[in-house]
């Protein structure tokens, strides 16, 4: 699939990147918001069946997802699995605007209350810490930086992290740019997982030995 995206600016300002990403953001959520429902299934399921692979090699990790939103790929049936099996889940609690995300355990059964922006949060559960955070993708470039909702709370939540887990961005590759034009204190993720497979981010992973869960050899998306 090619979109029609208006063109990066060559050089210009701060505002000039900005007004770009902004625009370029409102023309992803729209095409995403216009997929028919069969395209949508299908490259969903894709998506979910390389994050089962990619998890099969992490049973025991602490998984940070997303309640989906906007039309999002809904993870929930492969975090359920990862559950069920032995592994652990968490959804993340806003206290606030422009505050970082804490994450509270999750389970089908957990009680899920209206939280920030009406997204729903888990009640009644704890705070625990996460091995693997995944980052929904308005779009990406091949650099793993991200185009978000432009909230920032991703990069917030990163920053005040006392441990740095493994970063993984879940999209679709018909959103890949070139190049997001990332603002100077973005955080780039460690892996990323579309439709067309699974791309470890060169560099930007520190390593087997600090992470614990990145226990498989690079695999690389198909071209």
């Known amino acids: 699939m090619i979109l029609d995206l208006p063109a990066a600016p060559v050089g210009g300002d701060a505002t000039t990147q900005s007004e770009w990403r902004h625009a370029v953001r409102r023309a992803l959520l729209g095409w995403r918001a216009g997929l028919d429902a069969q395209t949508h299934q299908k490259l969903s399921d894709q998506v979910r069946g390389h994050f089962a692979t990619f998890l099969k090699d992490r049973p025991a990790a602490t998984i940070g997802f997303y ?62 810490a996460v091995n693997v955070l995944l980052a929904p993708l308005v779009g990406f470039d091949p650099a793993g930086y991200r185009l978000g909702y432009g909230g920032g709370f991703f990069d917030r939540t990163l920053a005040a992290a006392t441990r740095k887990p493994l970063v993984v961005g879940i999209g679709l590759e018909a959103t890949r740019l070139d190049d997001i034009l990332p603002h100077q204190y973005d955080v780039p993720v460690d892996v990323l997982i579309t439709d067309q497979g699974t791309r470890y981010i060169d560099g930007q992973a520190t390593g087997d030995a600090d992470k614990p869960d990145q226990t498989s050899p690079p695999c690389h998306l198909s071209e």
Request: charged share 25%; proline share 13%; hydrophobic share 40%.
């Open 67 to 128: 309640w989906p939103i906007q039309n999002e790929i809904d993870l929930r049936p492969v975090i359920a699995a990862h559950v069920k099996s032995g592994g652990k889940a968490a959804l993340p609690v806003v206290p606030g605007k422009d505050q970082a995300m804490i994450f509270h355990d999750w389970t089908p059964d957990t009680e899920m209350v209206p939280g920030f922006a009406r997204i729903p949060e888990p009640a009644n559960s704890k705070e625990v």
